[in-house]
């Protein structure tokens, strides 16, 4: 069995008991798994590729401190965990700018972006009008990472509008498993604290580290092909 294969299933592994911990709300269990989910993907990823991509590895560090973060279940945390995944996403829109696709106009094309312009905005409005009655620190750091999480869930989509491809595919499911785990962090943590919110928001973020992995892989095969 190829190495990569090997670390890959480690990966999947970690996934599965770190989700499986968080369902049991088992600490321990969290913490001999978690912490080695992004080490396994990193792992692979550096087998596989053949010029390695800096920009994905400060990705998958920034990710990795902002679920270490995570652990230490620091009163307030959303404030502490911003950071790291603001870097993270902030590198992610980097990587999407360099490999943006070519708009081609069509009847199919202009609509497809003024929808998704206008959901993920809502999303994030709907995201933001949360906060109303919190402090005005919060609300002006959700609406500052909302918004870069808008630049990169909207230019995602426009590569998958423009161009649909393997690259583009694995790009617009690992923006969306972001989008959908910050989504539901939120809501379990300020509004509806229900365990499967926790769990699912979880299961999002794991599985966008492989979908990120895999879009670089994509592309740089892509281009050396």
């Known amino acids: ?13 970690f996934c599965f008991l770190a989700v499986f911990a968080d369902v049991l709300r088992n600490e321990t269990l969290t913490l001999i798994s978690l912490p080695f989910i992004i080490p396994a993907i990193s792992f692979y990823y550096l087998i596989e590729t053949k010029k390695k991509n800096y920009l994905l590895l400060l990705f998958l560090l920034c990710c990795f401190i902002g679920d270490s973060v995570g652990l230490m279940n620091f009163e307030n945390e959303v404030y502490y965990i911003l950071v790291p995944f603001f870097i993270a996403n902030l590198v992610l829109l980097i990587m999407v700018f360099q490999n943006l696709e070519r708009f ?12 998704l312009v206008l959901f993920v905005g809502y999303l994030w409005y709907s995201i933001v009008d949360l906060f109303l ?37 694995f790009l617009g499911i690992g923006v969306t498993c972001i989008v959908v785990s910050d989504t539901f962090y939120i809501v379990y943590n300020y509004q509806t604290q229900l365990v499967v919110l926790d769990v699912l928001h979880l299961f999002a973020q794991v599985l966008s580290y492989y979908f990120v992995t895999k879009y ?4 740089e095969a892509s281009k050396t092909g």
Request: hydrophobic share 60%.
């Open 1 to 13: 069995m190829k190495t990569s294969r090997v670390a890959l299933i480690i990966y999947f592994l």
């Open 104 to 115: 081609k106009f069509s009847i199919f094309n202009i609509p497809s972006v003024v929808i």
């Open 133 to 169: 009655f919190h402090e005005v620190l919060i609300r002006i750091l959700i609406i500052i990472y909302g918004g870069l999480l808008f630049f990169v869930t909207v230019f995602a989509g426009y590569n998958l509008i423009c161009k649909l491809n393997n690259a583009n595919l």
């Open 216 to 219: 670089v892989l994509t592309k």
